[in-house]
Antibody, heavy 124, light 109 residues
Framework: QVTLRESGPALVKPTQTLTLTCTFS??????????VSWVRQPPGKALEWLAR???????YYSTSLRTRLTISKDTSKNQVVLTMTNMDPVDTATYYC????????????????WGQGSLVTVSS | EIVMTQSPATLSVSPGERATLSCRAS??????LAWYQQKPGQAPRLLIY???TRATGIPARFSGSGSGTEFTLTISSLQSEDFAVYYC???????????FGQGTKLEIK
């Protein structure tokens, strides 16, 4: 079955760089049609998509956060890594990785499997 | 940028009754819409994509409708486990992008 799990620091200081790792099983990112995204959710607030990496190593980013984000994959380890630079208290959130659903029309349309989330607090 | 607006913010419904949740897009998104359920302390769960296609394993009491700018999630007969927060999500095919509404909390009346 498909599972994803996020790992990383629970606390980072302002201006630091956050590195999160998503370790998954039940599928391979070397398989055509697979991709993984990162989504975050500040406490009590709505969800926000951050970035996506595809099986062919294509990468896409949120327009508003593009300059601060880097997503990468390690197919041999079944991992996806997200880095976010210059962290600020407003970046405090639960960060999720999620596999994406490829529709019959060939577009990645939704997030069908999610990790349990990793709460990151930004504070000095 | 397309903005997704959900209404109402909170909906109070009795078990066994029908619940109707709305999502409006600031401009047409065709049928590029998904719905999620989120319970406290849990990750979201995909319910509907393509505006009306139920995801794998989702009960038939959940249905989605709409296209263009107006979308609806209907839960035909509320079960106790359905009380949660529901989010709609728009997906842009190219360039890829995904945006969520602010959520509707469905609570027990």
């Amino acid at each position: 079955q498909v599972t994803l799990r996020e790992s990383g620091p629970a606390l980072v200081k302002p201006t630091q760089t956050l590195t999160l790792t998503c370790t998954f099983s039940g599928f391979s990112l070397s398989t055509s049609g697979m991709c993984v995204s990162w989504v975050r959710q500040p406490p009590g607030k709505a969800l926000e998509w951050l970035a996506r990496v595809d099986w062919d190593d294509d990468k896409y980013y949120s327009t508003s956060l593009r300059t601060r984000l880097t997503i990468s994959k390690d197919t041999s380890k079944n991992q996806v890594v997200l880095t976010m630079t210059n962290m600020d208290p407003v970046d405090t959130a639960t960060y999720y990785c999620a596999r994406m659903l490829l529709s019959g029309s060939g577009w990645y349309v939704a997030f069908d499997y999610w990790g349990q989330g990793s709460l990151v607090t930004v504070s000095s | 940028e397309i903005v997704m607006t959900q209404s109402p913010a909170t909906l109070s419904v009795s078990p066994g009754e029908r619940a109707t949740l709305s999502c409006r897009a600031s401009q047409s998104v065709s049928s590029n819409l998904a719905w999620y359920q989120q319970k406290p302390g849990q990750a979201p769960r995909l319910l509907i994509y393509g505006a009306s296609t139920r995801a794998t394993g989702i009960p038939a009491r959940f249905s989605g409708s709409g296209s263009g700018t107006e979308f609806t999630l209907t839960i035909s007969s509320l079960q106790s486990e359905d009380f949660a927060v529901y989010y709609c999500q728009y997906y842009n095919n190219w360039p890829p992008g995904y945006s969520f509404g602010q959520g509707t909390k469905l609570e027990i009346k």
